[in-house]
């Protein structure tokens, strides 16, 4: 899919990168503390399987590298994903611009999948970018493959907006599902409800 001219005509991405609290983590610019607990998350083929720009393996000095690349802001803002109270590193989030326009992204460590932590992260990552820029639509997309990231996507009031490919590092050219969630939709679903 291709961003139409309306959903991108005078939107700004510029976007700080405050710190985030929910309701079971604190969203948070990665530092160089983080970099053992998310080499020993991120260097695990399932979860860059399922990402476009993570490479396997994953060591100390893609960590490094990606530090660098949140700290830039080039394209877009990036969070470590810590639980509350133990600054538990569990993954990372973030709002990345791409050709489509401001696009939500997230990867949780395999140990802690299945806990709801993804969708906390989502939730308050789409507030966050409506609240703070002036965009109309906030995309998602997901490969075919990758029902969990789906499930995700839905209980943040994405719509399925059709397929595309995707350039992974790992598994190369892949289909994916593409969302949108558009500010009307999102003040209505201001209240989320929990599933």
């Known amino acids: 899919m291709v961003a139409e001219a ?10 700080d990168c405050p710190v985030l609290a929910t309701e079971r983590l604190v969203l948070r610019a990665p530092r160089e503390s983080d970099i053992e ?20 393996p994953y060591g100390e000095a893609e960590a490094r590298a990606f530090l660098a690349m949140a700290a830039s802001r080039r394209a877009g803002i990036a969070y470590a994903l810590t639980l509350a109270g ?3 590193f569990v993954g990372c989030a973030g709002l990345n611009t791409t050709d ?17 932590y993804a969708t906390e992260a989502a939730h308050a990552l789409v507030d966050l970018a409506f609240q703070r820029t002036t965009i109309q639509v906030l995309h ?7 029902p969990a990231s789906r499930r995700v996507i839905h ?10 490919m995707l350039n992974s590092i790992v598994a190369g050219q892949v289909p994916v599902e ?9 003040t209505s679903l201001r209240n989320w409800v929990h599933f």
């Open 37 to 56: 607990q998310l080499v020993a998350l991120a260097d695990n083929r399932h979860v860059a399987e399922m990402l476009a720009r993570m490479p396997h």
């Open 155 to 164: 209980k943040c009031g994405f719509q399925y907006a059709g397929q595309g």
């Open 140 to 146: 998602a997309s997901t490969r075919v493959i990758n």
């Open 100 to 116: 489509r326009g401001l696009e939500l992204g997230y990867w949780i460590g395999e140990p802690y999948w299945k806990r709801g």
């Open 178 to 186: 593409r969302y949108r969630l558009d500010r009307k939709t999102w």
């Open 6 to 15: 309306e959903d991108t005509d005078g939107e700004s991405y510029a976007i």
């Open 86 to 88: 133990t600054e538990t």
